[in-house]
């Protein structure tokens, strides 16, 4: 029952982060990136933190939060909603090699059939669904937000054995909205710093700094602490099917239907990657092995 709880939260995570993507997008039009980023994290890290593993936490902060939101944001200054959702969603592929490499995370049949099964669910809605093949500099940068984002899952796996998730996410994210205070205050010495004067804004960003970024990371750590990274990363292959569905309501996107198959084998590659045998020798068995 606690580990079905863990799923549902994760889930939870994927259709926070689909919203999260648009809601992204649509700040862009009155912040700049670094001020949009920097300010998000100061919102999420309002808690006090203790110290404990400091060392895999500033690991932690630097790739999770400091790379990864940098990244992101300046990618998607030049990228769209829907690339950047596509381009994340290939973390779970990295990240199930990486656990292995790394922490000796075992690769199951099942994991390595449903991570296929949905990447070819977002290169379906790559190549069919009305993306542009072309890469430009933005979906560079996103590519790199989603190495550094599946690199941070090594280090809060280890986190995870000796602190609550709670704090792990906290500490994280004070530590990397610390490390970019400097690239803030560049920003603004620049003349790049871009802040909106509308109170919609805000409200928004306050909402995906809190929901979006603050309760999905709390889950998410929890989830990498009760079922492993590479299982909880198949999760992140839900958000581009989310983040489709939302940008038709909220920017009238058209939804055609190759991107509906691809949602579909998205979401049939993660019920896939997350099936348990019913015999445990059976599983040892199909237990992949390097």
Request: hydrophobic share 55%.
């Amino acid at each position: 029952m606690k580990e079905r709880i863990i799923l549902f939260q994760l889930l939870g995570v994927s259709l926070l982060w689909g919203f999260n993507y648009v809601a992204s997008a649509y700040l862009l039009r009155d912040f700049s990136p670094i001020f949009l980023s920097y300010s998000r994290l100061l919102l999420t890290s309002l808690f006090k933190p203790t110290r404990r593993d400091i060392a895999l936490l500033l690991f932690a902060g630097f790739f999770g939060t400091l790379l990864n939101q940098f990244f992101y944001f300046t990618g998607l200054q030049s990228s769209t909603a829907g690339n950047a959702a596509l381009i994340i969603a290939l973390s779970p592929v990295a990240t199930i090699f990486l656990a292995k490499l790394f922490l000796g995370e075992s690769i199951t049949v099942y994991k390595l059939a449903g991570s296929l099964i949905a990447l070819a669910g977002v290169a379906l809605i790559v190549l069919f669904g009305g993306k542009a093949l072309g890469i430009s500099h933005g979906d560079v940068y996103l590519l790199l937000a989603m190495l550094a984002m599946s690199v941070s899952l090594l280090f809060i796996r280890r986190l995870t054995k000796s602190m609550a998730s709670y704090d792990i996410t906290i500490l994280a994210t004070v530590i990397g909205t610390v490390l970019m205070t400097p690239a803030a205050v560049m920003e603004g010495i620049q003349g790049h710093l871009h802040v909106s004067a509308h109170a919609t804004m805000w409200i928004v960003l306050a909402a995906a700094a809190i929901f979006g970024q603050g309760l999905a990371g709390f889950w998410w750590n929890r989830g990498i602490s009760a079922v492993g990274a590479s299982t909880s990363s198949m999760f992140m292959n839900i958000p581009p099917f989310v983040a489709i569905i939302v940008a038709y309501f909220a920017l009238g996107d058209p939804i055609r239907p190759a991107q509906i198959a691809g949602g579909v084998l998205i979401l049939s590659g993660v019920a896939l990657a997350n099936f348990k045998l019913n015999a445990a020798g059976k599983k040892s068995a199909e237990t992949l092995r390097t």
